[in-house]
């Protein structure tokens, strides 16, 4: 009789469990929903012109947005001679400063699509990192459209160069390097992370929810392990990568250390687990030995490169996983701000007139 009670309550709690998920999906989907016009619109800063191609974001929209860096752009180049000194008399500042704001006005309809969907993905990776919402909920819900968009997504976090910063040099480098660069180009230098004022806690948890959300596409079957990214990278080969373990690792820990380390474990595991798949490795000291051997014995045409499929590593994968959350860890004390962006590529040419040799003579 008691085995009945408690056979009776495991499957009333298993149906509360299931209504619980299905409403959770439907909340949602709900939510996504009324972000699909935020959403299309944050594609345009996320992957620029592109859209158009991968996501079938409207040409005429696109073209308009595109015109709204340009003018951008153009603004800040214009601004940039009152910033080195090299400004004329009859320069304008109160023009110049007047066009730049209306440049600026015209990218808040992005700014604010942005800011709605990094929101809202922040609130919901908050949640399935705290165990408040399953990942497969939110994963039916809008997962595959968020994986396609893949690490671009990430861009929309990043502020500008020097930004925070109380010198107007790295203003001005960023803007000097600009001058050679396509309205399309610049649409990732602008720094729309910048406007959304992400705390770096919040872009890593950001970042580690949108790699579960990949980890789960290829445990279910939805991503194909030899799929490719534009950057011509597997998913395992993403998830694997360092500096990505550390910093899942530095955003699960705040959420206690045995969260940290099953969460990197499954990045970890997975990424082994979808590399086994893709590659054939080759074991280089054997194919030294047989070199040495064809040295002394064997005709070239004899020689032979043994190869070793990924199927029969899975062994010596089990034992290198742990050791690739424990390197996550350590390197997580030290891992880089996935908020900054790259040091411009100019000299000191470029901005003073004036060159580095000469400079240095100077000093």
């Known amino acids: 009789m008691s085995a009945m009670i408690v056979l009776g309550q495991w499957r009333v709690q298993r149906r509360q469990g299931q209504l619980q998920e299905a409403e959770a999906h439907r909340q949602q989907a709900a939510a996504w929903t009324t972000l699909a016009e935020s959403w299309e619109m944050a594609l345009l800063p996320a992957v620029g012109m592109t859209a158009v191609q991968r996501f079938g974001v409207g040409e005429a929209k696109a073209t308009r947005f595109i015109e709204a860096v340009e003018r951008y752009r153009v603004s800040r ?5 009152f910033f080195t000194g090299s400004a004329e008399p009859s320069d304008d500042w109160e023009k110049v400063i007047r066009e730049q704001t209306i440049a600026s006005d015209g990218l808040i309809p992005y700014q604010a699509a942005v800011r709605r969907v990094m929101t809202h993905l922040a609130q919901t990776s908050s949640l399935v990192l705290r165990k408040r919402l399953s990942l497969d909920a939110v994963y039916e819900a809008f997962g595959l459209e968020v994986i396609r968009v893949g690490d671009d997504l990430l861009e929309l976090l990043r502020s500008r160069y020097g930004h925070g910063s109380s010198c107007p040099a790295p203003d001005a480098m960023e803007w000097e390097s600009w001058k050679d660069l396509s ?6 230098r602008i720094g729309w992370g910048e406007f959304l004022d992400v705390a770096r806690g ?4 950001i970042a580690l929810f949108l790699d579960l959300l990949v980890v789960h596409a290829i445990e279910v079957g939805d991503l194909d392990a030899r799929f490719q990214n534009p950057g011509g990278l597997a998913p395992g080969e993403i998830l694997g990568e360092r500096s990505r ?5 530095r955003a699960a820990s705040r ?12 990045l970890a595991s997975t990424s082994r687990r979808a590399t086994r798949v893709t590659h054939w490795r080759t074991i280089d000291w054997i194919n030294r030995l047989q070199e040495r051997i064809q040295w002394k014995r064997w005709p070239p045409e004899r020689m032979f490169l043994l190869k070793v499929n990924g199927s029969l590593r899975w062994p010596l994968d089990i034992l290198i996983a742990p050791i690739q959350v424990v390197g996550a860890a350590w390197r997580s004390r030290k891992v880089a701000d996935i908020r900054l962006m790259d040091v411009p590529a100019i000299t000191q040419t470029d901005l003073t007139g004036e060159d580095d040799a000469e400079m240095a003579m100077m000093s």
């Open 77 to 81: 180049i214009r601004e940039l001679p």
């Open 183 to 188: 309205a399309a180009e610049v649409v990732r």
């Open 202 to 205: 919040t872009s890593e948890r």
């Open 245 to 249: 373990l550390a910093v899942a690792w």
């Open 255 to 266: 959420y206690g250390l045995m969260r940290a380390f099953r969460l990197t474990w499954r």
